[in-house]
Structures are given as C-alpha cells and as structure tokens.
C-alpha cells in the first residue's frame, strides 16, 4: 500500500543525467549518480508500413492500419510491409538519476525522465509508448517506482 499521494508540486524533482558528461557535470554541482542501465522493452513498440509512389518515388509512411483502405493501390506501392520497432533512443546505453545531498531515506519524489522502460498507453492497433515520468520513494540506495501496470493502464481505441 502507498502513502498518501502528495501533491506534485509539493515533490523534490529528480533529474537524469544521460551521458557521462552530464553526469560528470552533476557530481561537480553536488549530486551522487545512481547510474543504471537503460534497456529496452520488448512490449514497447510502434509499428509502421512504407508506401511509395510509382511514379513519382515520394515516400509516405503509414502508422494507423486504417489508412491502407485509402491508399489507391495503382499509384502507390507497399515497399516496407508492416513492422514494428523501438521507437526511442538514447544518446548512450546507461544513464544517472541525480541525488541531491541529503535526501532522506522514505521521500517521495518525483522523477522526471525515467530510466526503466515501463508501459504506458497501448493502441488497440499494436503501439505501446513507455512512461516518461513517475513518482519514486526514495528508500537509501534506490527508488521504489510507483507504478502499477494494471492500474495506470491506458488504452486508445482507434
């Protein structure tokens, strides 16, 4: 069970540090790197079809199923059929939440570019994106996300 939720402006935010400059950088201002890796997710996915204009070669990409039915198949061809792929990048395989000094063991936080890849939203046409941001206990050595995948599930229709 979590403690009652606060109200976010009320929260110490965490930032993330995503390079060993930044984080460098951050050790130099005070803080202590909790460095992690950053793997991705396979359930996070989008997915994506190229068509291409027969005569003209110009390229258009397709990311919603119901646009298939539009396309006029005698001017344009399918040259990538559906796939789908990891959407985001990042500028380096590990990143760093950055500690302040003395925060204390049981706050709660608010950490404001996640490393972990966690579900968000999913479309019923395959697309789920990842979290971008939760709120976090800090509890001395790491945080305690909270984030219940059943609960924070959302879903678009479409």
Known sequence: MW???KQRE???VIRTARTEEAIGAAIEEGF???VKPVKPTAGIRS???VYQHKTTGRVQVVGDFRVEQWMDKATWQCVIPWTTYYPYTFPSPFAAYLIPPGLPVGEWVWLED???DLPD???NQGDTTRLAAAEAI???TDFDILYDPESEK???IG
Request: proline share 8%; aromatic share 16%; with cysteine.
């Open 3 to 5: 403690p009652d939720r």
């Open 10 to 12: 009320d929260l110490v």
């Open 154 to 156: 959302r879903h678009i």
């Open 32 to 34: 202590w790197p909790l």
């Open 121 to 123: 939203t999913s479309w």
């Open 138 to 140: 800090w509890n001395g």
């Open 47 to 49: 997915k994506y079809c």
């Open 114 to 116: 996640l490393i972990e």
